[in-house]
């Protein structure tokens, strides 16, 4: 890495992480990609950068979701983490470090900071009576619930009263509140902060911090009635990712965080009240910063999430739009990475659709960032051999326009008005793109004012240069791609934000222009075949789906059919006698008179719905249902292997 001229700060910077109850989706990766963003521009500035990522793998959510997929906890964890990991991979995510709640090093942390906090009676053992939510996996008092039900997700709670462990949080209100009175920066946006005070000066209650001993939580250190809460456990992966307590060199050289990055729901429970306060118990410093994002709702308003049924998958999405547009996934992916960014204030919420995500893939990259590549490059193949040129005089007529983008960048970053940071450097494409139109190269190659073509080519070039290290942290991969299209690959690999000035670019560089990086999209075709698509293969709403209890609830059985008779008067239905073991037959009344002939079903072996509540279909008896396949019409019986007696149980 390259030594910056004053040794620049080191950079700690977190995501939460998240419940592996859920695959990744859009929300997930929204944070995700603005800490990279974070991450990578720092990287840029020549810091030491240390991007934590990680899965939240205790609590009942997780162990519940365990069960309904009929797995043991830790097979399932396991599972779910290998897609967050391969999701972080897929969305160019450059995170140094992945903690696991369930690594050995973080569980004895947490169990460390239990004790320690224990002992300085800081946590102390009392009743919990109220309410859990447990998808939220948090504790509401009655008055907090809204209708009876969780007030952040709006789901149904469970009442709770038992022996617990508590943690003071109200003895910290005092200190809370003139920490974040007296760093302004503490809780970004503003408008947070004032939502957090308010919270806390209406009265803070100590945090349950335990729960009745549950198999797969961390168990509270002496005492094995108890497990510890899920938030506690969950909040100091921060402290143990830097090695907390024991490698105090390693955590001394990060901690605190500079910015700790979360989404609006999370904040002011955990992140700007129990957090700090736990912290403040352990007389370590507070973090720099919290900055809580928005939400990406649908066009409905709805959250995007797991409960909603609405989860968008980036990656497929990212797929979706290389399909259309036939630009490569990776260029798709950091498309989607620039929109999420682009389109919304860093704070607010925001709505993903299809259309404002192609409208902004033709308008911003293909052409304000693609045509300037595009309409470059050929030039200098056609007027200069394909050969970057020297800056010669009269060069440098950009500079300007770049120290400006520069500055405004170097500003909204340190607010994380990514939005505003990336309008900064479109401002400079639309200076270089006018540049290009109003010096224009075909003119002065006519005119054979060879000197100032040059300097004309030169200074674009540069721009382009100096634009590829700026979007470096927003579209990765589309930094590599205009790095590689200027020849510069070979040439000079890393990019450093101090380059970022004009006259840098080598000259004596054969340029490599290949395939436009974004190629336009029509919009029309475009939104039709979405159309299309989506009512071929409407996606399952999670709404409509089953949990495995559900489907536990449905006994299936081998049944053998002993007898097939026509009912008078019904041409479609079949009285069948199926033996379902244990001496036990039943009369079924199955629909396939017109597929089957009563004789070719005599010793068929079949899968009988043996808890089906009896019905009288045409005048007869129906003691349960056969199964068979076809959308409309039974076109084949479900059959078995006839090594299965009658009456076996099927799951
Ligand atoms: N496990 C806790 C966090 C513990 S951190 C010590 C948790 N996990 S979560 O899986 O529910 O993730 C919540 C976070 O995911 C939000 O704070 C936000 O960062 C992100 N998002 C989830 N859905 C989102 C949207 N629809 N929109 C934007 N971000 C959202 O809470």
Same mark, same amino acid.
Not at 528 to 550: F, H, N
């Given at each position: ?136 996996? +948090? ?52 408008? =947070? ?229 990336? +309008? ?104 039709? =075949? ?35 008779? =026509? ?80 009456? +076996?149980?099927?799951?």
């Amino acid at each position: 890495m390259r030594q910056a001229n004053s040794p620049m700060k080191n950079f700690y910077i977190t995501t939460p992480i998240y419940y592996v109850n859920d695959r990744p989706h859009i929300g997930h990766s929204y944070t995700t990609i603005a800490a990279d963003v974070h991450a990578r521009y720092n990287r840029l500035q020549g810091a030491p950068v240390l991007f934590s990522a990680g899965t939240d793998e205790h609590g009942q959510k997780v162990a519940l979701s365990a069960q309904a997929q009929g797995m043991e906890p830790q097979e399932f964890v396991d599972d779910v983490v290998s897609f967050f990991k391969q999701m972080w991979q897929r969305l160019h995510i450059s995170y140094d470090r992945f903690i696991r709640t369930t690594d050995p090093n973080h569980m004895a942390t947490v169990q460390q900071v239990f004790s320690q906090l224990r002992e300085s009676d800081d946590i102390y053992l009392g009743e919990y009576e109220g309410w859990y939510c447990v998808p939220c996996e +948090t504790y509401l008092s009655e008055a907090e619930l809204t209708d009876g039900c969780c007030p952040e997700c709006g789901r149904q709670v469970e009442q709770v009263t038992e022996q617990a462990y508590f943690f003071r949080t109200s003895a910290y209100a005092d200190r809370l509140i003139e920490h974040i009175e007296t760093h302004p920066q503490f809780i970004q946006p503003k408008t =947070r902060r004032n939502e957090v005070l308010s919270f806390i000066k209406e009265g803070l209650r100590d945090a349950c911090v335990s729960r009745n001993r549950t198999e797969w939580d961390i168990p509270v250190p002496d005492d094995e009635s108890q497990s510890i809460y899920v938030w506690f456990d969950a909040l100091i992966n921060y402290l143990s990712q830097v090695g907390y307590p024991d490698e105090l060199d390693e955590f001394n050289k990060w901690w605190p965080p500079q910015i700790q990055l979360l989404g609006k729901d999370i904040l002011t429970r955990f992140h700007a009240t129990l957090w700090p306060a736990m912290l403040m118990a352990l007389d370590l410093p507070i973090p720099e910063m919290l900055f809580a994002h928005g939400w990406w709702i649908t066009d409905t308003g709805d959250k995007i999430s797991k409960s909603k049924g609405n989860m968008l998958d980036p990656y497929e999405v990212s797929q979706e739009l290389a399909e259309i547009s036939g630009a490569t996934t990776a260029v798709a992916v950091d498309s989607l990475r620039y929109f999420l960014l682009r389109e919304v204030t860093f704070g607010l919420d925001g709505s993903f659709s299809w259309r404002t995500l192609l409208s902004r893939f033709n308008a911003d990259l293909a052409n304000d960032l693609g045509n300037l590549l595009n309409r470059t490059l050929p030039l200098v193949e056609r007027y200069l051999n394909g050969v970057i040129p020297e800056p010669g005089p009269g060069a440098g007529e950009l500079r300007d326009e770049i120290e400006r983008a520069r500055t405004q960048i170097e500003q909204e970053m340190a607010q994380s008005n990514f939005s505003a940071a990336l +309008t900064a450097i479109w401002k400079l494409l639309a200076s270089a793109n006018k540049f290009l139109d109003t010096r224009s190269p075909w003119a002065l190659h006519r005119e054979s004012k060879q000197v100032e073509l040059e300097a004309v080519l030169y200074d674009v070039l540069d721009c382009i240069r100096v634009v590829a290290i700026m979007i470096e942290p927003f579209m990765p991969k589309v930094s590599d791609e205009i790095w590689q299209q200027l020849g510069l690959q070979s040439a000079q690999i890393e990019k450093y934000w101090e380059d970022c000035c004009a006259l840098k670019l080598p000259s004596d560089i054969s340029v490599a222009p290949g395939r436009p990086i974004f190629p336009r999209v029509d919009i029309k075709r475009a939104m039709d =075949r979405l159309r299309a698509d989506s009512e071929e293969q409407p996606e399952p709403a999670a709404a409509d789906m089953i949990g495995i209890d559900e489907f536990e609830q449905v006994e299936l059985c081998v049944g053998i059919i002993v007898a097939a008779h =026509r009912i008078p008067g019904a041409d479609k239905l079949l009285r069948l006698i199926v033996d379902v073991g244990e001496s036990d037959t039943r009369q079924i009344v199955a629909g396939i008179a017109q597929q089957f002939n009563p004789r070719e079903l005599l010793e068929v072996q079949v899968v009988v719905v043996a808890n089906l509540e009896p019905a009288t279909i045409h005048g007869v008896e129906s003691h349960g249902m056969i199964l068979a396949a076809g959308a409309d019409e039974p076109e084949a019986l479900v059959i078995t292997d006839s090594k299965c007696p009658p009456g +076996t149980i099927i799951r």
